[in-house]
Structures are given as structure tokens and as C-alpha cells.
């Protein structure tokens, strides 16, 4: 049984059809990719898979339960961990609250405990600190734990999204062009954490990207998204050599 | 039936009012995405100005050669009050608003609110305790329309605040300085980026808002001709139910909440026993706010965010 | 403590802001014409010493917490005497609690409601209550006019109008039958439109209006009521009764009348001599609330001087004067002749005062209470 | 744009001699603070009367003199030298004689659990709040009503400042709170012309105050789902029109109910807020709320605050923080009315309307968002300026208004702001902590 | 020279981000800043475009005035100096028309403003065709498209650039840079910032390399390309 299986989704915005008859099967332990122009759907796929967006049609199964119609919050808890394309971070927490607010899910100190300072609360929020340090230490900024995130570089911000999505102990994890605003040597390390997360957990990924060399060198199997509509599939070098994919995304000459 | 009808004019009067701050209100609102708890207050301080500006000009027809007509004194007095009160509310923008922002809106709701008591307190503390007659600039002639009582004081009210609203929906949807203020509702901090000077577009802003509130107030000084240092509580509050009852920044929006609002009270009050008129009505605002969760108009709240 | 009693401190507490300013002033006025008279007769005369008098003058803003806190602050941290005040029955009922507690006499000069006094040999108040005043209109409505059904509207939100409907519809059921008050609307505190209670009013069929508000919703109330057809009597309460009244609503109020404590309009004697006085310092008629404060500083003034003398020890003289209060018997106010009932209020004739077509408080008619 | 940097001029030679002469202070614990605040006002419970009349001053100043100051100018070589001499001097002087001894103390306490260390803190406050407010009935009215105002103003700022909801509702709940409390005691526990016989012995009332307390922070929780449900849908501005609704509906409804008095209002609440009593509650609300606020459970707020879509991404039931926010505050808020109730032993529908929404919004944002010393320090701020300036009457509400505005240009989120509480940082001792603990 | 910044400082608060950075850009350039997350880049385009103030000591000059008489608006309105900025930051309530008629504000020209929002659609066709979308609800790299369209729109002597291939896919990427190009050739000069370091290089002729908030090189392009410090650093080799 696949992980995820997403079976005939398509979503409209008013009269916008964003989405259009997709279908995708990731299995344990994959790293697959979705590219495609501007504006062709892709982020909204995500949105639509972590029940941001409800699909107009469409099937979707995770982990053996169809998803479709549950709050994000109960999907995430089911251990599909995400980041997003325009940063969303909480602009008055700490790096290290951050962490800690994604084990949400994980805490049954109950209000009692929240309240009154239980025992097993002060325990549980111990034992919480302790893996949110863990996860910073596997991103590289553990040293930044107490500072608040907004006066933080683009790049550490990208890796406090990363912690964040790991926290909820996900089984996927989606990231929506998780470059964006490194440069090629941040991006080399960032492919090295990624690689790592994904040999620590035996995590499930799937991420959306613009640039090639990432995409190329991580993903197993990449899908080309063209006006909503998945116009190829296959592995890196079938999509590289894919004249659809080329003309309709890559170009002929392509600059990491 | 006449009782009725006789109630829809009442509702379009008192609507009216509603209206015309509500309106004043959405301006800043819709620009600055502030609440401006002020606004009641610049109101009250609009009617004032209304009311020294008329007390002066027919004391000076009472006296002078010249005979001028009620209804000149009017416009006269609505365009001065107009002028004068949008020196108060750049004012209030200028020492309130300016210095906070990038606060967050709740701050600048605070100082909105301490600068309206401020005003009151000044008022009072200035002009003394007493009320003011509003002049009879109109006298009322009521008219008999087939058993509704119609004033021509009503008419004029009607009228002036339909053809406020849709000037400044003109103005806020279609010229450039329209667009601006929206765009600086938005994120202010780019708008300098477009050419656009920030501090002139908010002064405008608030001038606009305050000089509708000036009308409003010389207006209501007519209809109601009991000026207080408080009368721009109630009616400052109500209009910020409308303002945002209309949906974010909608000129239409927030006039046609405002004209819902009178009708909704009145008619509850036809209706129902009128002790209970703020209990059915809020009751009913509050379900449409439940069912409607974004106004009328508006965007939902997360517009200016995306994913 | 106070070291021996050389000064006697006079507490009022009055709404200086907050939403009847107006009323506070008038406190304050009447006040401070009161010590005038006191330091340029060199002291109080008690027993055979004089003394110095100083007022401390609280705001309440209007509020009854505020009002309460102000009773607190002059009663256990300036030790004064008596307290003249609050106004409003609002901050009165509240109000009278703390100084019953604290055994400090408290004259209210304005407060309608019974409860200011019920139960609180330390409270006391300067005018009639509200279910008397209810009858009297009540009645000299059916016996002036003969009609049979009546319209109230009224304020649900304020203490002083509320009850004073409530007494009013009370009375006039009794005289006609139940159903005879064919439109009893109200509206909420702030209000300036009343269109539609007015229109229902018009519809109902009623002969007359009651409406025990302020003067200054009375002018907007009046000028409606006209602007929707309405041309029967309309008819008022002791809340009317302000010089204010005429400015705001000019003609249109001419021909109505008002119960009240006094008219202003033909007072004689020590009446008109308050009236010119505060008039000539001040530039306007005084309200009722300028005369019934008056009347009672002077009711505290004269419990004062009826103590004999001043021990120094704030308790016992409080005490003293309370008794000495409780004991006095027809005053000779402005507002009329005072005696206390074992409850603190005093059994006073009412006014009924009609509006001439000059715009002036005319008495037409007095009403006192069966015995 | 950069602190202009360091030529030392007058002003900083006095800024670092005032830091000089601060330096010792900076080692004494809290446990010294309230140990020399403790002596400094058994010293006026016992010469204070006498001090205050010697110096010229009828009676002890009841606010730090601070009101006498601006009824009388006269006074004020006196006020000065009546604080030095009872507060500032003798504070001074146990505070740095106890330095050593009070820190040993706070660090054999802190040995024990934290609980017992705070306890022992809360009992030492309660005696100088105490001895303070013993001295004139003002000062025990004052102190309660401040206490209150810290419930209130706390409970506040879990929705408008942790939730960053902007609020309108509380005087609604506050009113709610007050009304219930208020009628079930008088029904049960007071022998009443309105509501009849008690039901109850009335000795039995200290017992169950409580109770009846927590019945109306109860009710109010309930009445506040009628704006927590709402806020699942909408949120920011329409949210703030549902609660101005609801605070415009429960003051309407309590005028229309005339059992209750209506417009006129309820009285009769017997005598049982005393000052222990409101600080025993005030205490209790500090601690819980900071407790709640403190848990991830409670930073689920902020985090639905600063971006919702991404809380329930990260798995946080975003409902169940909404509820859970609106209906704690509106709890706190209730018993906050119940006490307010019981110490004014009045209540009218009137004290719950929009004048009380801007007096507790002012004190939140006053104090500052989203921080629990922000919001006892605006609570007790605002209602100490309000009284101290009484005296000027009108221009009372003008100062107060530009002083807010002041500290809102200034301090934007308000004076102390996005801070934690952590009472173990405040009740440590104060010197070479390592080493001690 | 066009533009010369000497000695330039900006301090966010309490943290310094340029501690006195110096460089120029002659007429007819385009000149890029390359350099690691949180090393300045945006905060000198910033600096330059009025929107945070420069510390004490700063100099700046364009076309032979101060610049720092000037304030942000004036910048753009006076002296034709436009920036798109690092994030987008669209106008998200008005529509794809809106934003791009209000980037016109200052200029008085209708004929010429119509002329180049054609020339926008012209390059971004997709821009065209959700004209009346409200720009909040646009796609990530549609959204960059618009913010690039802003700013040929508003007056344009220089063009401040941050990060605009952000988000970009590679083929629209390329098209946006040919664009560029062809403004550049019109008589823009261009001052661009981007992560995207060799493509930056390729696109410029000359650059600067900054660190932390100091310049720690400069060059042709071609040189700084071949350097081994650079390569290793930025280029990912
Ligand atoms: N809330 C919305 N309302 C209307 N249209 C929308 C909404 N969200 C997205 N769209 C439209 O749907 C299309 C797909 O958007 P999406 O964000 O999924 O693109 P994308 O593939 O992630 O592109 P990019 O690579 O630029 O981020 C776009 O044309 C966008 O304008
Ligand atoms: N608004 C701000 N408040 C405080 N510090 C800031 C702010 N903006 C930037 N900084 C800090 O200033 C420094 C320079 O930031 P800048 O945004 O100029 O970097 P950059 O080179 O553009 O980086 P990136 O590639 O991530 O965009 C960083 O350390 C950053 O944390
Ligand atoms: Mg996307
Ligand atoms: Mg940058």
C-alpha cells in the first residue's frame, strides 16, 4: 500500500481549474518532485493534499485513510509535515518555540496540566525541549534556539520551517520550493540536511522546486505540471530529455 | 401601511446618519486598516464647527444688509464645517496615527480611542457643560403624504448622504488616489516605492473621512439639534458596527451597512417592544456576522495572506 | 483625629464629567455660593465657636464605582463631616451603602429612587421620590384634561426615568384601568432618534405623552413628535425643570407641562433671592439640582449648628449630626418646606409648572402629599 | 538609527553614577524587597499618623501623598520628606542589612519546591499589602479594586494580546460573572426584600462564595461561546463587531430582566470580598493564567495569532486554542465580576458598557501585549494614575489619555510587552545564583 | 558616474547590517551584489531607495545630487529611481491593472504609461490574461512577474533588483533576463542582487561581493566568475 495516493483530484477557483485530474503514489521512503511553470497548480496541490484547500473531486489516502474533508491539523497529526513557499513563520516566537508548537499533536497534559503545572506536564514540556533541541541541532541552529525568528536570515528562517516540519514526526514531508532565496552553496547544504532527514527518519518526501541541479540530484521520480495537468512522469533523466518538458518549462539552456 | 411606510423614511433618516459616519469611518479604515475610535468624536467636533460656522453666518445676515436664505447658510455652513474639520482629522492623523504606523493596529486603536476622550473632555472643559441648540437653518415644513410625515429637512438628509457615498466610491475605486489609499491598506511600507508619498495620501485620507464627518454632523445638528460634548459616542460606535458590517474598506459597503443599521432598529423597535431593541438587534448582527463571516463586501480576513 | 476640630469638612460628590456634566456643575456652583457665604460670615457658627469650612469636592464621573470610591476617600481619608451628594440615583444607591456603613450622614439632594434611603438611618435626601411624583402627574393629567389614555416613553437604560414610568403607569392604571397606558415605548441612554416610538405613539391613539426624561432629550423628543404630526400635550418631570430646556427646544416646547421641586419663573422671597444670585455670578437660571443642593447644605448646615457643638472626634460628631438631622423639623427651603420621615426622606410638595408661550417656567399648580 | 555614542557628557557621568549607587541593589532578592517594604509600613502603621501631623499633613497620605501633592502644592516639602523617612530611607537601609541573610533565606527556600519558595513570597506580600491598606479604608478599596482590575485585565490579554483577537466582549462577561454571583448569593445566603428569605443559612456564605464565584466565571465561559464559536469562522475586525455585539446584547438583556432590578440594579450582596479574600483569588489568576500561557497548549494562541494556516499545519487544533482562549478569559473575567460585585455590593447594567470596554482596553495595551507583569503592571498603573489625579476633575481625562498616547508612540505594544513571567527567575536569590542553588 | 556610495551604514536597531560599504555605478550598466543570506544585499538597495535610513556618515550621491535629501517617494518620483523589492510585496487587494496603473503614480505621461504596461504584457502574456485577478491570489512566480512589471512601469533611469529570478521557473527566467537586457539597452541602468550568483554574473558586467556588510570584492564579471574564492563560496562548485 502506498503512502499517499492521491486518485483523480481537481480543484477550481471560481471558474479557475488550478487542478486537473491528478494523480500521484509515493511509497515509503521516496523522494519525489513537481515542477512546472509559474502557476500551474503545483503549490496548490500541496494546499489541497494537507486540507488548506478541500478538492472539488478527487480521492486521497494517506497512510490507508482517506484525508479528504479532515481539518489540516488532524492530517498533519497523522504525520504529513510540510513547509511553505512563502515563509509562514510566527513573527513573536522563538526558533525554539517554534519546534516545540509543532508537538502539538504529541502533548496530553491536558488543560488541567496546562493550567495548574502538573507534573507530567513539566515533564512532557522537558521531554519536548529536549527533542526541539535535537531537531535544531540536525538543521545547524541550535545556537539560535532563543532568538525570535523575524530578525533571522532568509536562510536560517527556511531551516526553522524544516525543524518545525520534522517536530510532527512526519512520515511525508511536503516542501514547497524550499530553495528559494539560497544560494548555490547554501543549496548544496541544504540538499546535505535533506538527504540526512531522510536517512535518520526513512522519511517520505515530496517537494516542489525551480531549480534543476536540487531536483535532479534528490528526486527519484519527478512529474511535470503543465496548467494544472501532469504532462510527464518519470525519472530525472526521462524528464531532462522530455521535449514537452523543455519546451514547456525548462528551455533549452538551463542554469541551476 | 402608512404606519409602515411612515417607518422606511424614518429608517432612510436615521440611516442616513448611520451612513455618512460609517463611511467617514470606512475611509480610514479601508486605507489605513486602522480603526479610527476617534471618529465619533471628530464627528461631534464637526457638528460644533457646524454649529459656531452657522451661529456666525446668521448672526451676520440677522445684521447685515444682505438677506441670506436658510438654505445658503447651509451649504455654506456644510462646506466650511467640511474645510475646517479636515484640519482636525489630519490633525488627529498627524499626532495619533503618524508615529504608530508600524505599531500594531490594536496600539493605534487605543490612541484613536484616548484622542476621542480627549476631545470630549476638551470640549467640555473649554465650552462648558451646557448643551448647544443647533440653529433651525431649515425650518421644518412637514409635509402629509398619504398619512406619512415627511419633512423637507428628511429630503435633504436622504439626498445628501446617497450622493456622498457614491462620490467617494467614485473617488476610492476609480482614480488613482483611490487606488493609493487602498494599496497603502495593504502594505504601506512599499507604497513610497511607487512614487507615492505615504503622509500626504494618509493626511487625505483622513481629511476625507473627517470632512464626511462634518457633514454628517452639520446634518445631524439639523435633525437633531442637541449638540454634546458625548453625542459622538453612540453614533461613533454604531457606525464602526457598519463600517465593518460592510466589509473592509467599502465605501458601498459600509454605506449600505449603515442604512441596514437604521433599518434594523427601527423596525425591530416597530416590531418588537423597543425594550428590547439593542437585544434583537445586535442579536441579528451578530448572526449575520456568523453566517456572513466577512461583511457584506469584504474580503475574508486572510486575503492579504497567501500560501 | 483632625488634632481638635477646627475646620469642618464638607464632602460633595458630583458627576463633574462623565455624561450629565451639566448636573455637576450646578452641585458645585450651588457649593461654592454656599462657602462664600459661610467664610464672609467668618465660619460656621457652632455652639459658641466658629469654624472654618472647607469643601471637598469629588468627581464620580458619572459612574457608581467611581461614586463609591469618592465616598470611601472622603469619609476614611479626609474625615469630613457630611457628604452632600451623589446626584443620580445611580451613583446614589451605591454611594449610600458606603456611607451607611462608615456612620457619616449623607444628604442626597436629587436621588428619586427609594432605595437611597431604604433601610439607611445615615442617608438622607433633599426632594420627593419618585413614587410619589408618579400619582401626582398622574392625576393632575386626569383632573386637568379628563383624558383617559396616555403614552410614556422613556429611557430603559437610566434609573431616574425607568422609574418614574414604571410609577407613573402604575398610577395611571389604577385611575383608568388596565390598557389605559396604550403606548409605553423606550428607548436606550444616548439616543437622539426616537422616530419610531414616535410613530408607534401617533398610531396608539394615546391622548398625551409622558416622558420623564432629560431636558435634553426632551428637546429632541418634542421636536420629533411635532415633525411626525403628533399636536396633543406633552407632559414632564422633575428632569425637565432646567433653563436649558427652553434654549434647546424653543416653541416647540411651549404649552407642556412639567412637575418639579420649584419654578423658577415667579419664585418669591428666598427663592428668587437664590435664583438672582446664582444667576448674576453665573449667567443662568439655576436647576433644580443648583436649588435642591442648596437646600441641602443648608439642612446640613443647620444639623450642624442644631449639634450645639463639635467634640473633635469625627464618629461622635457625625454621629450628632445625623441625629440632629433626623430631628428637623419643617425646614424652610427654596424648594419648600422639609421634614425627614423615619427613612430619610422628606415629605415635600410638588410643582406643577407650565411653559408659557414666552418660554418661561410658569407654577401653575402645587401638590402636596396626603398626609 | 544608533544611540549617539559616547562622549561622556554630564548626563552620563550621572547615569553611571546613579548605576553606581543601584549596584548593590541589583544583589538583593525579592525576599529582601518585601522583607524592607514590610518594615516600612509597620513603621507608619505606628508613627505614621503622628509623622504625617507633625510635618503639617492632616492625616497619612493615602497614596504615597500623591493626591495631597496636587490638592495642596504647599505640601510638598512635606509628602517628600514623609516618604523618605517611612519608605525610601528604612526600605534602603533592611534591604541592604538583610542582603546577605535574605538571599541565604531565598536559597535554602529554593532548595524546596518551587511552590513552597512562592508561597512563603505570597504570604510576606499579603502582609505588607496588608499593613498598607489596614492603615485607611481607602486603601483596602483601592487595593481590591486594583486586584480586580489585574483579573480582568489578565484575562484580557489572553484574547487580545496572546490571541491577538481585538475583543470587545469583556464588560459582557465581566457582567455576566457579577449578575450570577451576585443572585445566587443574595437568593441563597441573604435574607432580601427582592429575592426573599435566604435559602441557606447565611453563616454558611464565606463557605460557599467560592463556589457561587466560580458558577459565575463559569457562566460566563458558557456565555462566551456565543463569540468563541464565531471566531472558528472569522477573525480581526468582523470578530471585534460579534463581541461589541455581544457586549451591547447582555447589557440590553440585563436591563429587560426586572427580577434583577433592570436599569436600576441589584444590591444586597453580603460583605464577603475582603482583602484576603481578593488576593487570595488575585493570586490564583496570576498564577494560572501565566501557568496556561506558558504551555505549549497556550503558545498554540500565538501561533494562531502570527499565521493560522500555518499553526494547523503543524498540527495545532486551532478550535479547540480559539475556544479554549475565549472561554478561560471569559472565566477570569466572570469571577473578576463576581468580586467587583461583592466589593461594590452594588452592580447596574450600566458599569458593563462601553465606558468599561475602553478603561480595560487601556489598561491592556497600557501594560502590554501579550506579557502577564505587562498586564498587572497596567492594571495597577492605570488605576493608581486615575485616582491620584482626581483632584484635577476635568483635566483628569485629558492627562490620562496623553499620557497613553505618550506611552503608545513610544512603546507601541505598551510598556512591558512579549515578555514571560518566569517566577523562578523572580523569587531566585540574587547573588552568584550558580553558586547558591 | 550615475550613482556613487561612499562610507554607507545602516543599522537595524541595534544590529549594524552594512558597516560602511563603498561603490558606484556608472550610466548604462548593470552591476550586480552577490553574497551569502543576511550579508546586506537588500538592506544597500533599501538604503539606496530611501526606505531605511542610513546611519551618520553615509554618503550618497545620483546623477550629482544628495541622494539623502531625498525621501522615498521623491526618489522615485524625482530622480526615476525604482525597486523592486525582496519578497514580491504586491499591492494583494487590488487587481494585476491596479497594481500596475499605481506603479505609474508620479508620472504625468498617459500615452507613455499605456505604452509600457502593453510592453509588460508583452513579456509576461500571463500577466495579461488575469489583468482583473486580484494580485493576492496570483501564483508564486506569477506575483514575481508582476513585481518585475511594477517596476518597468514607474520611472526607470535605475532599476533596483532584489532577487528577481526568485521563484522563477528556469524558462521564464531566462525570458525575464532577456527583457532586462533589452531595457538595459534602452538606456536603464540596472543594479541587481541575486542568490542566484553565476547567473548574476553571466547577466552583469561588473559585480561586488559583500560579506556581512562589507564589500570584500569587486570586478568584472567574467574575473569574479573565474575567481576560485568566488566559485567556491557562491557558485556552488
Ligand atoms: N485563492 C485563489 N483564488 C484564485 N486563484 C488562485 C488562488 N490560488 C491560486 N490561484 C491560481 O491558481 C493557479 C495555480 O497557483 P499555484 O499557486 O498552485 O501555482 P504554482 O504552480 O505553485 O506556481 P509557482 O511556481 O509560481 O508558485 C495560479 O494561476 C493562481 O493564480
Ligand atoms: N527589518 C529588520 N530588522 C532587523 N534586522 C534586519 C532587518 N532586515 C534585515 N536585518 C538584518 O540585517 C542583515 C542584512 O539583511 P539583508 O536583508 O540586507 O540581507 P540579504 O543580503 O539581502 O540576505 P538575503 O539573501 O537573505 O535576502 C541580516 O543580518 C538581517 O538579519
Ligand atoms: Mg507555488
Ligand atoms: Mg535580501
Redesign the interface.
Known sequence: MPLLQVEHMTHF?GGLRAVHDYNLSIEQGQIRGL???????K?TIFNLITGVYRPSEGKVTFRGESIVGLPSHEIAALGMGRTF??LRLWRHMSVLDHVKMSQYSQIDYGLIGAFFGTKRRNQQEKENTEKALQLLDLVGIRHLADSMVT??????QRRVEMARALAINPKLLLLD?PT?????????DLMQVIRQVHNTFGLSIFLIE?R?KFVMELCERIQTLVFGEVIAEGTPKEIQNNPKVIE????K???? | MGYFLQNIVNALQWGSFYALVAIGYSMVYGVLMLFNFAHGDVFMVGAYIGFFTASGLMALAAMGSIAIPGWLILILTLIIAMFLNSFVGMAVERIGYRPLRDAPRASAAITGLMIGIILETGNLALLGAQRRAFPPLIPPTVYKVGGVYITNQKIVIIVVALALTLALHQFVQHT?WG??M??M???F??????????NTIAALTFALGSALAAAAGVLYGVAYPVLGPYMGIIIGWKAFVAAILGGR?SILGAASAGFLLGFIEIFVTMIFPSTMRDFIAYTIILLILTFLPNGFFG?PYS??L?L | SGGGAKVIKVGINAPLTGSIPKVGEGTKYSAQMWLADINKAGGLQVGNKKYKVELVIEDNESKADSAVKANTKMITQDNVLVIIGPQSSKQAVPAGEVANNYKTPMISPWSTNPKTTLNRPWVFRGCFLDPFQGPVIANFVTNQFGFTKAAVLYDIASDYPKGLAEYFKKAWEKLHGAGSVVAYESFTHGDTDFSAQLTAINKSGAQFLFTPQYYSEVALIVKQAHQLGWNKPIVGSDSWGSAELIKLCGSDCYGDYFSTHYAAAGAKGATKAFIDRYNAKYGYVPDDVAALTWDSLNIAKTAIQNCGKLTGKIATDRKCVRDAMANIKNFDGITGKMTFNESGDPSKCAVIVKISDKGEFKFFKQVCPTK | ??ATSSVPTKRNAFNAWLSKQWMPYRQVSLLGWLLGSLVAVLLETFIGTSLAWALGMSDVPALFGFVVMLKQPELLPSIILYLLLIYFIPIAIVVRLTKSIANKIAGLLFRYPLWITALFHIVLLYAVIDVWAVMNDYRVLLAKLMMIAIITTLSLNVVNGYMGEFSCSHPGFLAVGAYTASIIMVLFFVNDKVMGPALLPPALGPFFFPIVLILGGVVAAFSALIVAIPSFHTRGDYLAIISLAFMFIIKSLIENLQVFGGARGFMGQPNLASLPVVFVWTIIAIWTINNFVRSTLGKAMNAVRDDETAADAMTVNTRNTKMTAFLFAAFWAGIAGGLFAHVMRYVNPGSFGIKKLAEVLAMVYFGGLNSVVGSIVGAIGFNFLSEMLRPLEILKWVIIPVLLILVMIFRPTGLIAFKDFDPEELLRPKNQTEEEV | MLLSVENLQV??G???ALHGINFHIDEGEIVCI?????AGKSTTLRAI???V?A?PGSKMTYAGKDLLEY???????QLGI??V?E?R?L????TVM??L???A???KDKKAIDRDIERVFGIFP?LEERKRQ?A??????????LAVG?AFV??RKLMLLD?PS?????????SVFDALKAINQEGTTILLVE?????ALKFSQRGYVIETGNIVMEGKSEDLLNNPDVKK????A
Open positions: 477557483f515542477i512546472g511553470p509559474n502557476g500551474a497548480g503549490s513557499q512563502n530578525n533571522l536570515p532568509y536562510g536560517v520550493e528559494a532565496g539560497m544560494n548555490p552553496d547554501e543549496l548544496m525551480h534543476m514547456a518549462y525548462l528551455g539552456e538551463v542554469e541551476t | 488613482k487606488m493609493a487602498r494599496a491598506a495593504y502594505d511600507l512599499v507604497v513610497p516605492l511607487m512614487g507615492i508619498p505615504i474598506g474580503e486575503a492579504k497567501r | 538609527m544608533e | 543599522s537595524y541595534k544590529i549594524k552577490i553574497g551569502a543570506n543576511g531607495s530611501r526606505m535610513p546611519s525621501s522615498a517617494d521623491k526618489v522615485v518620483s525604482s525597486h523589492p519578497g510585496r499591492f494583494g487587494n487590488l491596479e497594481n496603473i499605481l506603479s503614480f508620479a508620472r500571463r486580484k493576492g491570489t496570483l501564483s508564486g512566480g506569477e506575483q514575481q512577474m511594477r514607474s520611472a532577487e526568485m521563484g522563477l521557473a528556469p524558462l521564464l527566467m531566462l542568490q542566484n550568483a553565476r547567473m563560496a557562491y557558485l556552488g
